[in-house]
């Protein structure tokens, strides 16, 4: 009994690394690079520009979106959107999923529920963490924090002056959309919220309208070398610094209940305290939690109507 006990436990070792063998196969055909690269959309049309050079950050792909019937200079708003190369087809990014902007935005453009606009997606590089961080920020962090933290890497500033110097003239000159800051857009989610919301804080007289999906206030699992409460803090002192004149623009941001999602509520209430304790109101600050909604494309894109609406439908 005791020989055939011993050749059990024998055993269980080659089962368990059969399991996580397989467990690793099935994460590795999941995530595998998708066979197609180029997206096309289902609805409007794209055009799509190849590694966009910069002389601020490294190139990467953009792509802009164009409402059916679309023509040069037809009086459109522009949105431009961080993770670009999650938007529009989920055959071509790395988890099978997409926000589905162009199937929202022609749905609500062609019902006549927002104005027309075009959409500029921003392909995401392996430097997007420091791209999206809130580079300011570290003005309010104590300085002993900051030891640890390698500054030169946040490129935030850097790759806000890429989309304003460069894309953007690009984009006008090119399309020929209305250019003013309440006609100019910027949306993201996650770190991409983060950086919506400074890009509105350090260039109030460019981005008049601003989304923040998910935004990952938490502040936490960044590598920066700084504990993420003391980066959520500073991030808020940042805000109540730099956020523009009450009711000047249009600010949405929400989060969901699961995922990461899960611990963001209580960053968002205090961030929401600081921004309507500056006296913005309802009508120019918008704040909403979706219950069972996860941190993933396809909860964004199952509530990217509302803020659209917010943001365009007036």
């Not at 200079?73 to 999923?97: K, P």
């Not at 997606?121 to 003005?139: H, M, V, W």
């Not at 640890?148 to 890497?153: H, I, N, Q, R, T």
């Amino acid at each position: 009994m005791e020989e055939k006990m011993k050749k059990k436990r024998r055993k269980w070792p080659w089962i368990v690394l059969a399991v996580l063998a397989l467990l690793v196969a099935v994460a590795a055909w999941w995530m595998r690079p998708p066979a197609n690269t180029i997206p096309t959309a289902s609805r409007g049309s794209l055009e799509r520009f190849p590694q966009f050079n910069s002389q601020y950050v490294q190139p990467r792909d953009v792509v802009v979106w164009l409402p059916a019937g679309y023509h040069t200079g037809d009086s459109c708003d522009v949105m431009y959107m961080h993770d670009g190369n999650m938007l529009f087809d989920a055959t071509t990014t790395w988890n099978r999923q997409e926000w589905r902007v162009d199937e929202v935005m022609d749905s609500l453009i062609g019902t006549g529920k927002i104005r027309p606009c075009i959409v500029v997606g921003i392909y995401n590089t392996d430097a997007r963490l420091n791209e999206y961080f809130p580079t300011k920020s570290c003005q309010f962090v104590p300085e002993a924090e900051l030891q640890d933290v390698k500054l030169e890497k946040l490129t935030a500033d850097a790759y806000l002056r890429f989309i304003i110097e460069e894309l953007k003239p690009f984009i006008d000159e090119r399309y020929k959309p209305l250019t003013t800051r309440e006609h100019t857009f910027m949306m993201g989610s996650s770190m991409g919220g983060l950086i919506s919301l400074y890009a509105l804080c350090e260039y109030p007289q460019v981005f008049g309208v601003v989304a923040c999906l998910s935004s990952h206030l938490s502040m936490a699992h960044l590598p920066n070398g700084v504990d993420g409460e003391v980066w959520a803090t500073a991030f808020r002192d940042y805000v109540q610094a730099h956020l523009p004149k009450a009711n000047s623009s249009l600010i949405y941001m929400d989060h969901g209940t699961r995922d990461f999602d899960a611990d963001y509520g209580k960053y968002q209430q205090l961030l929401d305290n600081t921004i309507t304790g500056k006296g913005w109101d309802e009508a120019h600050y918008m704040t909403c939690v979706y219950q069972g909604h996860r941190h993933r494309e396809t909860s964004w894109a199952a509530r990217l109507d509302q803020p659209l609406l917010f943001l365009l439908g007036r």
